[in-house]
């Protein structure tokens, strides 16, 4: 794919308030109760166009709102983190679980329920609300009492887990920790030899999209982070120089691989690009500080080389310019600044959606590319 678009600072910002915007949009039009999942016309022509607020997207969207009032100063943005944070304690189930889907089944999800601890940690950071700490004390719980009950997990709920780790990590529970890497040590048994996982998809020895793909290697990366874990590092690594070597070869990345890297490239899945452009990004710093917070503090890591970042910096950037030219640039409220979730629009992903999650992780990684900074 030619670069014939130059991210400066200015596109850059442009569009992720664009993006933001659009999100700001799909949450008002749920009165503030949640981000609505998608926007669809053809899905939804009664609710013009809007599905109902996703509990779980609702949660880990929150983090990127949070960073972006930081980033650009929005004062917007702080009445709907209280809104939506509101909203998602009231949805928390009895049991201390978060529910599947929009919540309507009041069945509980493990997955959903990690993705919201990662919004639940940030409302409890900025406002030391106890109850926000009480229903992450009561989820976390929750995860923990079931996790050998839902096996086999999938590889991707490694992000749930990774969540479940910062939220105990966020209430000092030591205890917790330890049984999350014990959960975690298991998944990363999956890695194979030539970077794929076992089991990454959403179905089992199926095609994954990028989307779950992404989803796994950064709860590893970030949990290895927080557990300084360099071994789980240097294989998300060996992992992302697959990815680049069959970029190279086939000019873009394929929607779907399965555990032979055999791709599907007939379409691109919109957020699994921006969470691998975000990815790329992410190990680039690190690289650049020899991934110093990998290690115990007082050791001595080996340098790496000057230049070791620069292929994943390009590569990040790469990624972006296909989402740059998929989001949307015209339309009302409703359409201006989101993005689709596959390229072509009817592409096997969220076909003829626009998800909030593409938008999501679009701004995460627009963020981080920009200019480093973590990212949720």
Not at 46 to 62: D, I, K, N, V
Not at 252 to 258: K, N, S, T, V
């Amino acid at each position: 794919m030619g670069q014939d678009i130059e991210l400066s600072d200015s596109l850059l910002r442009n569009r992720a308030l664009a993006a933001l915007q659009w999100l700001r949009r799909s949450i008002e039009v749920q009165g503030g109760r949640g981000s609505s999942a998608f926007y669809s016309f053809w899905r939804h022509p009664l609710q013009r166009g809007w599905a109902p607020a996703y509990p779980e997207t609702t949660g880990y969207l929150l983090p990127t709102l949070a960073r972006a009032e930081d980033r650009f100063a929005l004062p917007w943005i702080a009445p709907l983190l209280d809104s939506c944070g509101e909203w998602l304690l009231d949805v928390a189930l009895d049991e201390g679980a978060f529910p599947e889907l929009y919540g309507h089944t009041g069945k509980p999800s493990l997955f959903n329920t990690g993705q919201i601890l990662l919004g639940l940690a940030v409302m409890w950071q900025r406002s030391r609300d106890v109850r926000y700490r009480r229903t992450m004390e009561r989820a976390l719980e929750w995860m923990l009492a079931v996790r050998w009950l839902q096996q086999p997990h999938p590889t991707y709920y490694s992000r749930a887990w990774w969540a479940a780790l910062v939220a105990a990590r966020s209430l000092g529970n030591q205890q917790a920790e330890l049984d999350v890497t014990e959960v975690l040590d298991e998944l990363a048994g999956r890695f194979l030899s030539h970077g794929a996982l076992r089991a990454w998809g959403f179905e089992a020895r199926s095609q994954a999209y990028t989307h779950t793909i992404a989803y796994s290697l950064r709860g590893f990366y970030e949990a290895g982070k927080l557990l300084r874990r360099i071994d789980w590092a240097d294989k998300v690594w060996h992992s992302l120089q697959q990815l680049e070597a069959l970029y190279r070869r086939h000019g873009q990345l394929a929607g779907m691989y399965d555990e032979n890297w055999k791709g599907r490239y007939s379409f691109i899945c919109v957020p699994g690009h921006a969470q691998l452009a975000l990815l790329y990004a992410l190990v680039a710093r690190d690289l650049r500080t020899d991934f110093a917070d990998f290690y115990p503090p007082g050791t001595s890591p080996s340098a790496t080389p000057d230049t070791a970042h620069l292929p994943l910096e390009r590569m990040s950037r790469q990624l972006l310019l296909p989402l740059l030219k998929a989001q949307r640039k015209r339309g009302g409220r409703n359409l201006r600044g989101a993005l689709p979730g596959s390229v072509p629009f009817w592409g096997p992903y969220q076909p003829l959606r626009y998800p909030n999650w593409g938008a999501k992780f679009f701004v995460d990684a627009v963020l981080c590319v920009g200019a480093a900074g973590a990212a949720g």
